[in-house]
């Protein structure tokens, strides 16, 4: 298939469109860390340990997998038209995370969160399959700044808490929520389908074998899976380690900490760009190899910087955060090259749904295995095997005959 097509319509018209997708991506991807950016003050309301206000945080991801599943099972994503999917869910998403500001006890906060996540699932993989429509060529550095968008989505509450510390918790609630609205707004008024669109396709549950069954579909997934064992751990739980580091060393204040957050978490948007670019030339597989070897590195050697000296700290947060979610359009870039064409929206559902399932798992992990060795400083070794795996799947995919089907894949 050519791009050609695309060009021959309008060469900026793409770039527009994409540039708009990124924009309703990141103003609905702000609820998702709203929570866990006023942690603190939500802890103190109900009187919360830090294991039950984990829940907050962990609710989220559990509701992505359920909506997820959710599109695979019933392959809505293939059905449904993909702006009205997008932007309904949008709406949803702002609309049940308002609730967190009338919730009475932490039981409430914790489904309205779950709703919030389940929302966000029809936000995330149908944008991919969205921007796709666009993109046949360039498209590995087109679904990576879809990536940096949700990125910086995500990171756009602890800058909200930093821009607003001192005063009420309920503003964070309220922006982010305004934020998902609009962009509902804007995909229900503006944001098109590309000229390379997808048919509404009839689903069978008994397809999904064509999905996990496919070795190089399975090797693509089990990058992703590895990679998503660290990711959002990380960007969930980095407030808490760098608030206890940064005590450590002397710099105190929730402040300072949150504004450091968002920093290393809105780097990985720059990342997320590279990553793209890198592997529009130099081939998925070894882009996405490259990048969990740098990112699983800095979880090892980031607890070797607690207490100081500070620049080292910074430093090595930095790069973790350009790293670690520098690959992730790539893992969906190539379930969209790997898997047939009718089932691209279902796939991409899959692989994020079990993805997400896993983030579950390794974000309660973090605080008990933080409690277990008597604090922070060490906690990120465990997101270690994630990434070391993620890296053999992808060296295993690049020897296979079908990773000549992967953009660059060979190279």
Known sequence: MSDLGIQTVSAPGRWRALALVCSAVVLSMTPWFSATAILPELSARWQMDEGTASWLTIAVQIGFVIGALGLTVTGLADRLPMRQLIGWSACVAGLSNLMLLVAPDPGWAVASRMLTGIALAGVYPPSMKLVTTWFVQARGLALGMVIGALTLGSAFPHLVRAASAGLDWRIVVLATSGFALISAVMLALVVREGPHGYAPAPFRLAELRNIVLYKPLMLANIGYFGHMWELYAMWGWFLAFASGALVQSGLQGPAFASSLTFVVIATGAVGCVIGGWVADRIGRTATTAIMMAASGGCAALIGFAWGGP???????????????????????????????????????AFQMGVGFALTVISLRLMPVFAEWIGGWQWAFLVLVPGPAIGTIAMLWLRRLPEAARISGGLR
């Open 310 to 348: 500070e620049w080292v700290l910074i430093l090595i947060a930095l790069i973790w955060g350009l790293t670690i979610p520098a690959d992730s359009a790539q893992f969906s870039a190539m379930v969209t090259e790997l898997s047939e064409r009718r089932l691209v929206g279902t796939a991409l």
